[in-house]
């Protein structure tokens, strides 16, 4: 038999030394990611509402058009920043989470009815402080002012803001601040989102006070959160 060596212990594989990335690494992917998307939102939307009214002397279907596509540009910018940064894979994960409707009946009426008891104990705290509540025609087009709101709904917000602000900015903020921080901060940051539209003619905003409006997309951010 070979005598066994003196001093020769277990073999020991040696391995190539693993190459963790920096803590801080994630973190800062992140806030380039988030602050990309409100760049990328605020720009494209700023853009087509401050050349609409300059080519709505020359077209005025035109300057519709660009104006209505303003409204999207946080959806614009979460398809591109998640896009950018995983590819076809991270987006259909994104779209299948902002898809999710599986959520409960109770989650749907709260979401249909909340807004509609608000506007109504508004309307009511307003008469009961000696407002006057105006007669509106919308009373004698009810069927258009229901075909006008169901567009409004898919439209005027949701399709275009709601895959943006909700769907990617809030979780983001949440990961970092919390969601009443993140909402408190993403509230202000779609009110400002705004601005221009208040300085443009024929406008909802440009009939409205801008701080009140301000105050009110904080107020309906930490209700949406």
């Not at 409204?71 to 998640?82: E, L, M, Q, S, Y």
């Not at 709101?149 to 990961?175: D, N, S």
Request: hydrophobic share 55%; net charge positive; charged share 10%.
């Amino acid at each position: 038999m070979m005598a066994k060596r003196r001093g020769a212990g277990p073999k020991v594989a040696l391995r190539p030394p693993m190459i963790r990335s920096h803590p801080m690494d994630a973190g800062d992917k992140d806030r380039s990611r988030l602050v990309a998307f409100f760049a990328v939102a605020f720009a494209w939307s700023w853009t087509c509402w401050l050349l609409a009214p300059a080519i709505k002397a020359q077209s005025a279907l035109a300057a519709g058009v660009l104006s209505s596509l303003g409204g999207f540009g946080p959806g614009v910018a979460a398809v591109t920043v998640v896009g950018y940064g995983g590819g076809r894979a991270a987006l259909r994960a994104w779209l299948g989470r902002c898809l999710q409707w599986r959520i409960g009946w109770r989650w749907f009426a709260l979401a249909f009815f909340l807004p509609l008891a608000l506007m109504g104990l508004a309307a009511a705290m307003h008469a009961a402080l000696g407002g006057r509540l105006e007669p509106t025609p919308i009373t004698e087009q009810l069927p258009l002012a229901a075909a006008n709101l169901v567009l409004i709904l898919l439209l005027g917000g949701p399709l275009g803001e709601e895959f943006g602000w909700r769907g990617y900015a809030l979780p983001a903020l949440q990961t970092r601040c919390g969601w009443r921080v993140s909402s408190l901060i993403l509230g202000a940051a779609w009110g400002l989102w705004h601005l221009p539209l208040f300085f443009t003619a024929d406008t909802l905003q440009g009939r409205i006070p801008l701080l009140p409006f301000l105050l009110s997309s904080v107020a309906l951010s930490v209700v949406f959160a």
